[in-house]
């Protein structure tokens, strides 16, 4: 299998399977005399972690991670920077019934179709339990941002429930199970997902994920727009299936003047937007204003409700998938768009660098809002 790399100045190399001895990352063209620890990367590591809520899926895994190389004395190096991740609480029995059966909405039979082989503990590659890595990869990545650049995710629907945005504050998303920046709506959606989790299903969700402080010309016109590769980083997170930047969708509602982002002047001679319906890119360069993204999470595939499937004889049958699964993966899909914005950022960011040296905008500079 081949295509496991992302990234072109800051390239994100991920390795192993649910139930194999460990995953682990190399992350390629990081600058050298970065201070880099393993203290750097674990808390985000720990955002993600299974098993902290009845929520999430109750596989007790620590996510320890450990820096194999590229880094002397507290700082990087320059060379490639390995990272390695023990799994620790794999259960791979509770795969033994289904290891001749496909999922319905699983990768299983796509897996089939290619390789004619597949691993089904925990689905093997297709496991979500590998963007542990690209968490890992996008805390080094902030570091190479720095910290004005602010990254921040949240969930904003579970289901049909989404949040109230007059309610919408930074604080609580950190206070709750839900990474939700809407303390009733948090509230609410305990309920739900009780009752979908006790039912043996699952839920989808939205998740939103904003930067702030990155400065404007981080992208390229036509072939490597900012916008293009943030949708196709939060497209290759499991189960997500639609990404809109700004307004999105929203847009195509909107006569010409009502999505214009408008400028004005400040006394200071820098340039205001009045809005920020682009989410942050034009043209596929930043503007200096905050970069909005959001992507939609399928229901969890893997659940205890019996659906119609087939198996590798090609027999009908009926299918139930036992063992430890997230009820709503979009909750522990919040960390991982942080940690994809912050990979693509730190690439695009070293690209303008390597082509148009410092961040020095010609013209006039920007406020953001």
């Known amino acids: 299998m081949s295509h496991n790399s992302f990234g072109h100045l800051f390239r994100v190399t991920t390795w192993g399977e649910s139930h194999g ?68 609480d794999q259960r791979s029995k509770d795969y033994a019934n289904i290891a001749d059966r496909f999922r319905p909405g699983h990768a299983d039979i796509a ?50 429930h989404g949040i109230d945005r007059s309610r919408f504050d930074d604080a609580e998303i950190d206070r709750n199970d839900f990474f939700c920046p809407d303390p009733l709506a948090a509230r609410l959606w305990e309920a739900e997902l009780d009752a979908i989790r006790k039912s043996g299903s699952s839920v989808g969700a939205v998740v939103e994920i904003t930067a702030s402080g990155a400065p404007p010309g981080l992208g390229a016109p036509i072939y490597a727009k900012l916008d293009a590769d ?6 290759s997170i499991n189960a997500v299936k639609a990404v809109e930047i ?49 992507f939609a999470v399928k229901p969890t595939s893997s659940i205890l409700t019996e659906v119609a499937s087939v198996d590798a004889e090609g027999t009908e049958v009926d299918i139930q998938t036992k063992g430890r699964h997230d009820p709503c993966v979009g909750i522990r899909a919040v960390p991982v768009g942080e940690a994809m914005m912050a990979c693509v950022l730190a690439d695009h960011w070293l690209r303008h660098r390597a082509q148009c040296g410092e961040f020095v905008p010609g013209g006039l500079p920007i406020t953001q809002m």
Not at 128 to 150: H, N, P, Q, Y
Not at 230 to 235: F, P, R, V, Y
Not at 262 to 273: C, L, T, W
């Open 21 to 88: 001895p460990a995953i682990g990352c190399v992350v390629d063209g990081v600058p050298p005399r970065i201070a880099l620890s393993e203290a750097d990367i674990q808390p985000f590591l720990d955002r993600r972690r299974p098993g902290q809520s009845r929520f999430t899926t109750q596989r007790r895994e620590p996510d320890t991670v450990k820096i194999l190389s590229g880094v002397y004395q507290g700082q990087t190096t320059g060379t490639p920077i390995a990272l390695m991740i023990e799994n620790t």
């Open 111 to 160: 897996y089939h179709w290619k390789y004619g082989i597949r691993d089904p503990r925990g689905g093997g590659r297709s496991s979500a339990r590998e963007t542990a890595m690209r968490v890992a990869a996008g805390a080094i990545a902030r570091k190479i941002l720095g910290d004005d650049i602010i990254i921040r995710g949240a969930l904003v629907q579970m289901g049909p």
């Open 230 to 235: 943030l949708a196709g980083a939060m497209m």
């Open 246 to 294: 700004g307004d999105g969708f929203a847009a195509a509602a909107l006569r010409g003047e009502a999505n214009a982002d408008e400028m004005r002047m400040n006394p200071d001679g820098s340039v205001r937007f009045l809005a920020n319906h682009a989410g942050g890119v034009l043209g596929g360069i930043s503007t200096g204003q905050p970069i909005v993204v959001r």
